[in-house]
């Protein structure tokens, strides 16, 4: 993200208290209870100008109109295919070196039973 | 505009039923017999479609037909493993091969087409799971709108990638995402959307979203008859909301496969609050599981819908239990040895399949009934680097033994320690009984009841009665 300012028409994410503690289900485990039921959706900022932070309004892809504090402008994924798993790594390695043994004994092909 | 309506918590939960019954365009109430009896059969025959209807309107968006292939590599394993004479041959039905990537387009594409034929202008969707890049899917190409519902992240805003991964999904096919933080309440703000949208509920658990999946079952048992000669002995299912097993094992009958064990296999997360802000992010599959495949069978009507068209113990012959580190080992050793690289949480069946062709006869046959696609945030590497993360130990050693889900995930370091855990089918009954007996906060049902619970837990009325005593005793 390269700016602060999102002008009408950028695509952005905004973020909005849906539930206050007080206002959540009865039936709750206590850790849950006390944090807010919150959530993110994005959009196209319908406000001219907007920095983050601000309160904005946003229209989404079914044309609601959401109200909410601007988190991010041209929101990124950011999920990945994570760290290299040596654990894994040697599982795969293992797998395959059993394999030839049972080659070695059966053929390529097996027994073909 | 300001809208009158009185919109807290127990004001929605309150309009559940009438915003439900718009939702979804079903009165559920002509299925009821009396009590808690209701005709499940003719709410399946009224509501839903034959499988001909269904295969059609699944060919319409290129869903279904999916390959059915002999896992060889893995079957040579298995036989290497196995005692003499043990060691039955796995097959794998590729559902990845769908058109956003799992089985759940089968279900997807019945909600969806049944939404645009009633006139819908959209459909909503709760689900952190694969049907919502389904419903998104589906949605597109029947050109409606689209909401899907995810409960996607902690307090801390930390969201599981797998989820993450899935409202991405959701977004390429121009779906809206609402990204939710934990919480049950999720079914309070898709009751809002539901009412504020006028969009139908596209619920996992309606009679279209089940007969879509009986096609599944369907194929099974033909391209195996075509394949093998035979029904399949067994067929594999991994168990969560109770649709996959429900829709599989009703296909399976429909086409003659009346003697094939149903195997339920879900992921042990036992001990880890489903609902718990801090627990959310210690489980690194985020369907499949026991908290999920326990709550579901036991409460099926727990569900969005009045009557949830998925009842798993009507079907289910065995419920097997497996570890977090052997579906990943696992998922390893199918990209490995039989070059298909798919996600984990599809392989949950696939590893229960491999501990039970080893205690199988080696001219048995199992199916395991589905795969699903893969990518950033579903790999077992991205889980299991978020679970270190999160502060678990993953370690190599005996994944029966060691796991202990919310702390240690154990990769094993032979595939001879892929095993499972039984789970009584018949404790999961009791538990039914006992669950409605203290909802209903009585423990006498009338012959209509009974005859209702028969069908519903597939047990004899002796046996009913004898676990309603048990629970009277506890």
């Known amino acids: 993200m390269s700016t602060n300012l999102a002008k009408r028409g950028d695509w952005v994410q905004v973020q909005l208290n849906v539930l206050s503690p007080e206002e959540r289900s009865p039936y709750l485990p206590e850790d849950t209870k006390k944090v807010p039921l919150q959530m993110r959706v994005k959009g196209f900022l319908v406000d001219e100008i907007a920095s983050l932070g601000a309160t904005v309004r946003i229209k989404t892809t079914t044309d609601r109109i959401i109200s909410g504090i601007l988190i991010d402008i041209n929101p990124k994924y950011t999920h990945n295919f994570g760290e290299p798993v040596p654990e894994l790594i040697n599982a795969g390695v293992e797998l395959r070196k059993l394999m030839e043994e049972i080659d070695r004994c059966d053929g390529p092909e097996g027994d073909g039973k | ?474």
């Open chain 2, 1 to 474: 505009m300001t809208s009158m309506r009185d919109d807290s918590y127990d004001a929605v939960m309150a309009r559940r039923n009438e915003i439900m019954k718009n939702a979804v365009g079903i009165d559920y109430e002509k299925f009821i017999i009396e009590g808690i009896a209701f005709d499940y059969e003719k709410m399946m025959k009224e509501v839903g479609y034959s499988i001909d209807e269904v295969r059609e309107i699944q060919a319409e968006t290129c869903v279904g037909n999916t390959p059915l292939v002999e896992l060889k590599n893995i079957n040579r394993l298995i036989k290497k493993l196995a005692a003499k004479g043990k060691g039955a041959r796995i097959f794998l039905k590729d559902e990845a091969a769908n058109p956003s990537g799992s089985f759940k387009d089968r279900r997807a594409a019945v909600s969806v087409y049944r939404a645009k034929k009633m006139g819908y202008k959209g459909v909503i969707a709760a689900t952190s799971g694969n049907y919502g890049a389904a419903v998104a899917s589906q949605a597109a190409k029947r050109g409606l709108k689209c909401i899907i519902v995810q409960e996607c992240y902690d307090s801390h805003w930390r969201g599981q990638p797998e989820i993450l991964e899935k409202g991405r999904a959701c977004e390429a096919y121009g779906a809206e995402v609402v990204q939710l933080t934990v919480g049950p309440e999720l079914f309070y703000y898709t009751l809002l959307l539901l009412e504020q949208t006028g969009y139908f509920n596209a619920s996992l658990y309606s009679p279209y979203a089940i007969a879509g999946i009986e096609t599944l079952g369907y194929e099974i048992a033909h391209q195996m008859t075509e394949l093998t000669g035979r029904y399949p002995d067994a067929v594999i299912v991994t168990h969560a909301g109770g649709g996959l097993i429900t829709g599989t094992a009703r296909g399976l009958k429909k086409a003659g496969g009346t003697e094939t064990k149903i195997i339920g296999a879900s992921v042990d997360l036992r001990g880890l609050h489903m609902a718990s802000d801090e627990a959310f992010n210690k489980k690194y599959f985020t369907t499949g599981h026991t908290g999920f495949g326990i709550p579901f069978a036991v409460f099926p009507d727990r569900s969005d819908v009045p009557k949830n068209a998925a009842r798993p113990l009507r079907y289910m012959d065995r419920y097997v239990l497996v570890a977090q580190g052997e579906v990943f080992y696992v998922t390893e050793m199918l990209a490995q040895l039989e070059g298909l690289q798919r996600g984990p949480a599809g392989n949950t069946s696939l590893t229960a399949a491999i501990a039970l062709a080893l205690e199988m006869d080696e001219d048995q046959t199992i199916v395991v009934n589905e795969t699903e696609y893969t990518g950033a945030g579903k790999l077992p590497s991205a889980q299991l680097t978020f679970a270190k993360q999160m502060g678990m130990v993953v370690k190599r050693g005996d994944p029966i033994k060691e796991d202990i889900p919310g702390k240690v995930i154990a990769i094993p370091q032979h595939p001879s320690q892929i095993g499972v855990i039984e789970f009584p089918v018949s404790d999961m009954k009791k538990s039914y009984l006992k669950e409605l007996i203290k909802r209903e906060n009585r423990d006498e049902f009338n012959d209509n009841e009974m005859e209702f619970l028969q069908e519903d837990l597939n047990a004899t009325k002796e046996e009913i009665e004898k676990w309603i005593s048990e629970v009277r005793g506890e």
